[in-house]
C-alpha cells in the first residue's frame, strides 16, 4: 500500500484575543490578573458570572419538568412502575448513547423495574431505531420503550412500535426534523415549543434528566439522582457537547465522583490501561475513558461497554476492561490504515479537493468517523469516509467551522436514505446507485461554500507571555488559575498562550515513526522542558528561536510537580516582539 501523503504544511492563524477593557478588568477585580484575562475571553463580564462559573454553577432555571413533555413522561412511566409493565430502554451504540442506557438502566432498577436494554449492532443495525428490533421488542411483550441517545428521526420506525402495541418515550438530543415521531412524549430542548434554556445537554444528560424528574415526583428511599453523574460526565465529554452552562455544571460535579467514587468497571479499565481516576479531567474522559467506551460499539458489541459500566462483578469488570483495552488497540490500528487508503485517493484524483470523499467495502464502519476526523483536521477539509456493502454505503462525516456538513447533507436529503448529525459531524446512508449523484453534489455545495474562504485553521490565543518573566513563585498561580477554568473542553477550550523568539537550546524527533517533537527552550535565565504532538518534522529544520503558541501542563513526577509547555503550533521568529507582557 502506498504511505499517505504528507499533508501540506498549512500555516495557522494565530488570533490573539483583545485585552481586557479597564471596566470588565475592574469589575472582576477579585480575582487575579491572570485570571481576569481568561474569564473575559470565555463572555465573563461581572463577578457573579465568574463565581458562577468558577463554582460550576448556572445562573437559570434546570428543573427538569420546564423540559416539554416532561410532565407526560413522569406520568405515562410512573404508570408502568405502578402496573409492573414490561419496559425497554434502547439506546446508542457510542459513549453518549452506552452511558445513556446505563443511567436509565440503573434508575429504573432502582424504582423496581429490570428494564430490557437493546443497543444495536453498528454492523448488522447501524444507528437508531429499526424495524426488525421493533419487531423483537414487541414479540418479547414490551408495553413501554424509552430510548436514550437516538429516535428523534425514526419517525417510520416509532410509528411501527405504536402498531404492534407498544409506547414510546424518545428522549433524544439531535436535531429534530420537521416532523417528530408518534411518540407519547418527545424529550428533546431543541424541538418546536421547547422553553427549558439548555439546549446543548448530551444524551446522557437527558437520560439524567428524566430520572431526576421522575424521583423529584416520586423519591425513593436511598435513591440519589447525582450518584449518576460520572456516567453524565463521561458521556457528555465523549459526546463533544459544550461544556459550557448546565453541561459544565453537570460534567464538574460528575468529575469529582469519579475521582471520589469510581464504579468497578471505572476502577478495571484504569487499572488495564494505565489512567489515573484521582486526577480525572475532561482530558482523562477525552483520551482515555471515551475511547475505550467507544471501541466496544466500534469493533464489536458496545453491550460490553454497558455491562463494564454496571457490572458489580470484579472478575467480570477486569475481563471486560481487557477485552476493550484490546479492542481500542485494534480501533487504532484500523483507523491509521483507513486514514492512509483514503488519503492517497482522495489526493491522487484531486490534490486540491476541498472535500474529502472515499468509500470503500474494505473501509470498517466502526472507524471511518475517526478515520473522517483525522484527515480533516490534518488537511482542514471537511472530509468524508465510508463503508460501502452490498447495496448501501454508510458514511461518517467531519467537517471544519467554515462547513455545516448537516445543511450540506440536507441539501441532498433526495438521494439519502438517512442522515442526521451536527454542524461538524454527521453520519448517513445511501443507496449504492446514488453515491455518484451524492458525491457530485456535495463537490459542487463544498465549491460553492469554500472557493472563496480562506482556508487556514485559527489558533485562539488567550494571551502573550514573555517566558523570560515568568518567575518561579508565578508558576503555582497560573496553576491555581487554570484549574479554576476546568472542566475545559468544546465551547470552554483550555487556555492557549504565545511567546515569541523563545531560543531551542534541543529538539527532537520522538514517539511512534518520530511524528512528536521534544525540546528544550530558553528564555531569559529559565529554561522550559516542551513537547509538541504531532510536530515532529521540525527536528530537522529547527531555527534557533521561534515563536510558540502552547498550553502549560503540571508534569507530575516522584511527587514534583514542574512546568512544561505543550506545544499547539511553531513559527520561525522574525523578530523580538514588544507587545507582550509580563505575567503578574
Known amino acids: 500500500m502506498t504511505d499517505i501523503p504528507a499533508p501540506p504544511s498549512i500555516e495557522k492563524r494565530w488570533r490573539v484575543q483583545p485585552k481586557i477593557p479597564r471596566d470588565i478588568d475592574l469589575a472582576l477585580s477579585l480575582y487575579p490578573p491572570f485570571l481576569r484575562q481568561l474569564l473575559y475571553n470565555r463572555?465573563?463580564?461581572?463577578?457573579?458570572?465568574?463565581?458562577?462559573?468558577?463554582?460550576?454553577?448556572?445562573?437559570?432555571?434546570?428543573?427538569?419538568?420546564?423540559?416539554?413533555?416532561?410532565?407526560?413522561?413522569?406520568?405515562?412511566?410512573?404508570?408502568?412502575?405502578?402496573?409492573?409493565?414490561?419496559?425497554?430502554?434502547?439506546g446508542d451504540y457510542d459513549a453518549d448513547g452506552v452511558t445513556a442506557a446505563a443511567l436509565m438502566y440503573e434508575f429504573l432498577s432502582s424504582v423496581g423495574v429490570a428494564p430490557r436494554v437493546y443497543i444495536p449492532n453498528r454492523y448488522d443495525e447501524g444507528y437508531g431505531l429499526n424495524e426488525d428490533a421493533i419487531q423483537t421488542l414487541a414479540e418479547e411483550g414490551v408495553d413501554l420503550l424509552i430510548t436514550v441517545d437516538c429516535g428523534i428521526r425514526s419517525i417510520r420506525e416509532v410509528a411501527l412500535a405504536v402498531e404492534l402495541g407498544m409506547e414510546v418515550i424518545i428522549t433524544d438530543h439531535h436535531q429534530p426534523s420537521k416532523e417528530l415521531p408518534p411518540a407519547v412524549a418527545v424529550i428533546?430542548?431543541?424541538?418546536?415549543?421547547?422553553?427549558?434554556?439548555?439546549?446543548?445537554?448530551?444524551?446522557?444528560?437527558?437520560?439524567?434528566?428524566?430520572?431526576?424528574a421522575y424521583l423529584e415526583a416520586y423519591p425513593q428511599p436511598d435513591v440519589d439522582p447525582e450518584d449518576w453523574l460520572d456516567l453524565v460526565a463521561i458521556g457528555t465529554v465523549a459526546d463533544l457537547a459544550e461544556l459550557k452552562g448546565e453541561n459544565r455544571a453537570l460534567v464538574k460535579k460528575g468529575l469529582a465522583r469519579i475521582r471520589q467514587h469510581p464504579r468497578l468497571g471505572l476502577m478495571a479499565m484504569a487499572r488495564v490501561s494505565g489512567i489515573n481516576l484521582e486526577g480525572c479531567n475532561a482530558s482523562t474522559i477525552g483520551f482515555g475513558l471515551g475511547p475505550r467506551l467507544n471501541a466496544a460499539g466500534r469493533m464489536d458489541t458496545a453491550m460490553?461497554?454497558?455491562?463494564?459500566?454496571?457490572?458489580?462483578?470484579?472478575?467480570?469488570?477486569?475481563?471486560?476492561?481487557?477485552?476493550?483495552?484490546?479492542?481500542?488497540?485494534?480501533?487504532?490500528?484500523?483507523?491509521?490504515?483507513?486514514?492512509?487508503?483514503?488519503?492517497?485517493?482522495?489526493?491522487?484524483?484531486?490534490?486540491?479537493?476541498?472535500?474529502?470523499?472515499?468509500?470503500?467495502?474494505?473501509?470498517?464502519?466502526?472507524?471511518?468517523?475517526?478515520?473522517?476526523?483525522?484527515?480533516?483536521?490534518?488537511?482542514?477539509?471537511?472530509a468524508i469516509i465510508a463503508h460501502q456493502g452490498e447495496e448501501f454505503t454508510v458514511a461518517s462525516c467531519r467537517s471544519i467551522p467554515e462547513f455545516h456538513i448537516t445543511q450540506a447533507l440536507d441539501e441532498c436529503a433526495d438521494l439519502l436514505v438517512r442522515h442526521g448529525g451536527h454542524a461538524a459531524a454527521a453520519g448517513f446512508t445511501v443507496r449504492n446507485q446514488d453515491v455518484d449523484a451524492l458525491v457530485d453534489r456535495l463537490y459542487a455545495i463544498a465549491e460553492r461554500e469554500l472557493a472563496e474562504v480562506i482556508l487556514l485553521p485559527v489558533i485562539d490565543i488567550d494571551r502573550e507571555i514573555l517566558l523570560e518573566h515568568l518567575e518561579p513563585q508565578y508558576i503555582s498561580g497560573i496553576f491555581n488559575d487554570l484549574h479554576q477554568l476546568e472542566p475545559t473542553g468544546r465551547g470552554n477550550p483550555e487556555p492557549v498562550f504565545a511567546s515569541h523568539h523563545v531560543e531551542v537550546r534541543y529538539a527532537k524527533a520522538v514517539g511512534r515513526d518520530g511524528k512528536h517533537l521534544k525540546l528544550t527552550l530558553k528564555a531569559g535565565k529559565y529554561i522550559y522542558d516542551a513537547?509538541?504532538?504531532?510536530?515532529?518534522?521540525?527536528?530537522?529544520?529547527?531555527?534557533?528561536?521561534?515563536?510558540?503558541?502552547?498550553?502549560?501542563?503540571?508534569?507530575?513526577?516522584?511527587?514534583?510537580?514542574?512546568?512544561?509547555?505543550?506545544?499547539?503550533?511553531i513559527k520561525a521568529s522574525e523578530a523580538t516582539p514588544d507587545k507582550e507582557e509580563p505575567v503578574v
Do not use: C
Open 43 to 90: 463572555g465573563i463580564m461581572d463577578a457573579q458570572s465568574a463565581a458562577s462559573f468558577i463554582a460550576g454553577e448556572v445562573n437559570f432555571p434546570t428543573d427538569p419538568l420546564l423540559l416539554k413533555d416532561m410532565h407526560i413522561t413522569v406520568d405515562r412511566l410512573h404508570l408502568a412502575v405502578t402496573n409492573g409493565e414490561h419496559i425497554a430502554i434502547y
Open 188 to 212: 428533546n430542548p431543541r424541538q418546536p415549543g421547547d422553553a427549558y434554556m439548555e439546549k446543548n445537554l448530551s444524551g446522557v444528560g437527558l437520560a439524567y434528566k428524566l430520572a431526576q
Open 304 to 382: 460490553l461497554a454497558f455491562d463494564l459500566l454496571t457490572t458489580q462483578d470484579h472478575i467480570q469488570a477486569g475481563k471486560l476492561a481487557q477485552e476493550i483495552d484490546s479492542q481500542n488497540s485494534q480501533r487504532q490500528d484500523e483507523t491509521h490504515t483507513i486514514r492512509e487508503m483514503a488519503a492517497v485517493r482522495v489526493l491522487e484524483g484531486d490534490p486540491d479537493a476541498l472535500l474529502f470523499f472515499a468509500a470503500d467495502p474494505e473501509f470498517s464502519e466502526g472507524v471511518v468517523g475517526l478515520a473522517a476526523s483525522s484527515l480533516s483536521e490534518m488537511y482542514y477539509r471537511p
Open 531 to 569: 513537547i509538541a504532538f504531532q510536530q515532529g518534522h521540525w527536528a530537522e529544520q529547527m531555527p534557533a528561536f521561534v515563536d510558540i503558541a502552547y498550553r502549560f501542563e503540571e508534569n507530575n513526577y516522584m511527587g514534583r510537580v514542574n512546568l512544561q509547555l505543550n506545544i499547539k503550533d
